[in-house]
Structures are given as structure tokens and as C-alpha cells.
């Protein structure tokens, strides 16, 4: 069974930072793509970061650009991402997403696996 568990997140104000992690279980963990997207209310769900396989290749929404930063440790099977100059805009849930392909699919619809999501608040 396919677990992802995200911790951090949390409430922080506006030009402050906060990291976000996700462990995997039941996966081989260096054969999955993984990433974050977030979701705010009444909005789709958005990829925000990505990683590939070996970690040797990120990608970033323009939003977070500069600002966000993803890694990964395959030998604690963790993806992390962290966040500086947080934006009220940056607030939204954030999950952890897992896919079988080289880098992360870019559509929610095609991720293989979704952690629980977790909370992300950015006081102005």
C-alpha cells in the first residue's frame, strides 16, 4: 500500500518561510517522479514544483520561481520543499504527488499517488 505523508506547513506571515516534507512507503522510491501542487479555495489544483527521478532535474511554476525550492533524499524516500518570501497568494493546501514517469506529470488527473495535503497560510 502506497502511503505519502506530508508534515510542515502551518501558518506564517507574509515574507517569512516554512518547508513542507513528504515520506513515501510501499514504493520503490528512486523509480517515481515526485513534486508538490496546491490547491487554494474555489481554484484548481496547480503543480508548483517538481523533481525527477534521480533529483538531478527541478521545474517550478513561474509563481514560485525563485523563491521555492524542491529536493529530494532517496535514501529516506523524503521530498521537500522549501519555501522563502511567502506571498498571501502562496496560501493553499499542498500535496505531495507521486508518478512513474521520468518527471512529474503535469496534469492532477494523471499523478499515480496524492498524499493527504496539508495547509499552507500566509498572513498579509
Known amino acids: 500500500q502506497v502511503q505519502l505523508v506530508e508534515s510542515g506547513g502551518g501558518l506564517v506571515q507574509a515574507g517569512g518561510s516554512l518547508g513542507v516534507s513528504c515520506v513515501a512507503s510501499?514504493?520503490?522510491?528512486?523509480?517515481?517522479?515526485m513534486g508538490w501542487f496546491r490547491q487554494a479555495p474555489e481554484k484548481e489544483r496547480e503543480l508548483v514544483a517538481r523533481?525527477?527521478?534521480?533529483?538531478?532535474?527541478?521545474s517550478y511554476a513561474d509563481s514560485v520561481k525563485g523563491r521555492f525550492t524542491i529536493s529530494r533524499d532517496n535514501t529516506k524516500n523524503t521530498v521537500s520543499l522549501q519555501m522563502n518570501s511567502l506571498k498571501p497568494e502562496d496560501t493553499a493546501v499542498y500535496y505531495c504527488?507521486?508518478?512513474?514517469?521520468?518527471?512529474?506529470?503535469?496534469?492532477?488527473?494523471?499523478?499515480?499517488?496524492w498524499g493527504q495535503g496539508t495547509q499552507v497560510t500566509v498572513s498579509s
Open positions: 504527488a507521486a508518478d512513474r514517469g521520468v518527471f512529474l506529470n503535469t496534469i492532477p488527473q494523471n499523478i499515480d499517488y
Open positions: 510501499g514504493l520503490t522510491f528512486n523509480n517515481y517522479a
Open positions: 523533481i525527477s527521478r534521480s533529483g538531478g532535474s527541478t
